[in-house]
């Protein structure tokens, strides 16, 4: 439990003032090199039952460049604790070493199964882990993204005393954990923005499960066409964003809410209030990742990846 017994505290950063808003991002990103941000949240309480219970081997779910995946294999290797990730695109079998963060997957010891897309939607139902799960009795498994409710216990603490002084609190939405922890430990004035990273319909009714406020809101209209699409103006944006305040974004979440922020500010569309928190998720490992495909398809490239 060492990794979660002791972390750098978070900050608090201001930007300039944007058309008469005050924003502040708080770096959730500097938690830990390695298990940063919501990931960091999301396993703290799930990975303090694998010690309390002896579980002694977990299994969870995610993409070629999944920060959940990168975070789950380092927290297991440093508990003793054996790892496998389900691997969403059975393609992935056959080029491992494309993707750095299977690469560290493996590093860490996580036991890798790529699967078809089709049989990655089954999840928990899919006849490989049911295999596991004969094979390996005691296994335990945890969602996709990490939300379940001990994910959700650890969300509640990104937000301190003096974040209850602002209007609006944003977060990137994936699978809703993050965003339903804040909803549960901000003030009732507070608004909460969710801005969705994927096509997620099922969205409002996972976090409506996860809380009992109503003081939040799902913005879809940056999802850049789905999850893990990227355009350039969105590379962009976050390349002009960092030369700026030394800020590094991922495409994939951070990027995507803060260039709908700012988007939705300029288009006067912003009706949630002047004094705004943003959460970084973290999520900075898949950048190298990212920047390879980017290349691949000759767009251009995060600077800072």
């Known amino acids: 439990m060492q990794i979660f017994d002791s972390f750098k505290s978070t900050i608090n950063q201001s930007l300039d003032l944007f058309l008469g808003h005050k924003i502040v991002i708080k770096r959730e990103d500097l938690i830990h090199p390695r ?11 799930i990975f303090q039952e694998i010690k309390e219970k002896e579980v002694s081997a977990l299994l969870t779910f995610g993409g070629a460049f999944s920060n959940h995946l990168a975070a789950t294999a380092y927290a297991g290797k440093n508990n003793g604790v054996h790892t496998i990730g389900i691997v969403r695109g059975d393609e992935w079998e056959r080029k491992i070493n494309e993707s750095a963060t299977l690469n560290y997957c493996v590093t860490q010891g996580m036991e890798l199964h790529c699967v078809s897309r089709d049989i990655y939607t089954q999840k928990e139902q899919a006849p490989i882990v049911s295999k596991l799960m004969n094979k390996m009795l ?58 969705n990273a994927l096509n997620n319909t099922e969205i409002v009714q996972t976090i409506e499960e996860l809380t009992n406020k109503n ?22 944006f976050m390349n002009d964003f960092y030369q700026q305040y030394k800020i590094p974004l991922d495409p994939i979440y951070t990027g995507k809410m803060v260039f ?3 988007d939705l500010i300029k288009k006067n569309k912003w009706p949630w209030g002047k004094k705004i928190l943003i959460i970084h998720t973290g999520g900075l490992q898949g950048l190298q990742g990212m920047n390879t495909q980017l290349q691949k398809k000759g767009h251009p490239t995060i600077l800072y990846g």
Not at 35 to 45: D, P
């Open 215 to 236: 003081n939040w809101f799902i913005e879809n209209g940056y999802t850049f066409g789905g999850y893990a699409k990227i355009k350039p103006n969105l590379i962009s």
């Open 35 to 45: 298990v940063s941000g919501n990931k960091f949240r999301k396993l703290k309480y």
């Open 138 to 195: 005691g296994l335990r498994i945890i969602p996709e993204g990490g939300t379940e409710p001990l994910a959700v216990k650890g969300c509640l603490e990104i937000l301190e005393s003096e974040d209850h002084d602002f209007d609006v609190i944003c977060s990137s939405v994936g699978t809703g954990g993050t965003l339903a922890g804040l909803v549960n430990s901000s003030n009732y004035n507070q608004n909460l923005i969710g801005f």
């Open 260 to 262: 709908g922020i700012f």
